[in-house]
């Protein structure tokens, strides 16, 4: 089944610049540009005088527009629009299968109190086993820590207990595409321990515990270094917090990519904590890529 990159799309300025970044990313991987504008035949509760007539002409008329933005930027790119009605979520999950990515806008709650994925991207990333990267509008980045459009290095968050090679080929493919560097990021700490001792035994231990991580974190990714030779690698390997230092590595990156775990509890399915916290915090594009 022919891929191509997958935007979802709304009207809103989150949606609108989730679709320039899914156009130049079609354009890196020689891949057509498909927007999906997804709406409901429902009654609209909030504006009940807006009849289904105006609301198909405004639902045909937001993916025509944003098709004719991007051919006017991008004038080579084969872009195609969709149209679906039901519930969004799961039309763009069914989206996301020919998906090459699937690009989502994320919106925002402003620099001190964070950012919000919302409920219809957070319930697609922790639902679809294809890789979904989220966007922010540039009006809502924090004051100076908006890097230029398609600046900075590829940061990867790494487990080096459960590496994934769906994680490492996502992060080290979009480098090469893209000529940027790969910043690699694993964080570690100390199993709680108790006693009068502990915290002396484990500052005794610290060089040798972190030499054995970095000998550990530089294995997993030998063999992709090897496949992408032209990748610049900085490792990254401390004791610290991995959402923290993730997000403090993220401030001038122009993509993080974080892992997911294909796997349900009895509340749903869900992210793990890391990856919800840079989903929440994150300014720059997030890539989610689940794994087994």
Do not use: Y
Request: aromatic share 4%; proline share 8%; hydrophobic share 45%.
């Amino acid at each position: 089944m022919p891929r191509t990159v997958t935007v979802g799309l709304d009207g809103s300025r989150e949606s609108m610049a989730a679709v320039g970044w899914a156009a130049r990313e079609a354009l890196a991987r020689g891949l057509p540009l498909r927007i999906v504008h997804v709406w409901d035949l429902a009654p609209d509760v909030h504006t009940p005088l807006t009849g289904p007539d105006t609301r198909r002409h405004w639902a045909e008329r937001t993916p025509r527009k944003a098709a004719e933005w991007v051919g006017r930027r991008h004038p080579g790119l084969e872009v195609e629009t969709v149209q679906k009605c039901g519930e969004p979520a799961k039309a763009l999950c069914e989206a996301a299968e020919e998906a090459d990515p699937l690009v989502l806008g994320s919106r925002g709650l402003g620099a001190v109190t964070g950012f919000v994925v919302g409920s219809v991207s957070l319930a697609v990333v922790a639902r679809t086993p294809r890789p979904v990267v989220l966007v922010r509008s540039r009006d809502q980045q924090a004051p100076g820590t908006e890097p230029p459009a398609d600046s900075g290095d590829v940061v990867l968050g790494v487990d080096i207990s459960h590496p994934c090679d769906e994680l490492l080929e996502f992060a080290f493919a979009h480098a090469h595409r893209h000529g940027a560097g790969l910043r690699v990021v694993h964080s570690w700490n100390f199993p709680l321990a108790w006693g009068p001792d502990a915290a002396a035994a484990a500052a005794l231990i610290e060089g040798e515990v972190e030499a054995a991580k970095a000998d550990a974190l530089a294995a997993v990714l030998l063999p992709w270094r090897h496949k992408f030779p032209e990748v610049q690698v900085t490792e990254e390997c401390r004791l610290g917090r991995p959402a923290s230092d993730l997000l403090a590595a993220a401030r001038d990156a122009r993509l993080v990519v974080v892992g997911r775990r294909n796997r349900t509890s009895s509340i749903g399915a869900h992210t793990g904590p890391v990856t919800h916290s840079v989903l929440h915090h994150c300014a720059a594009p997030v890539a989610v890529v689940p794994h087994d």
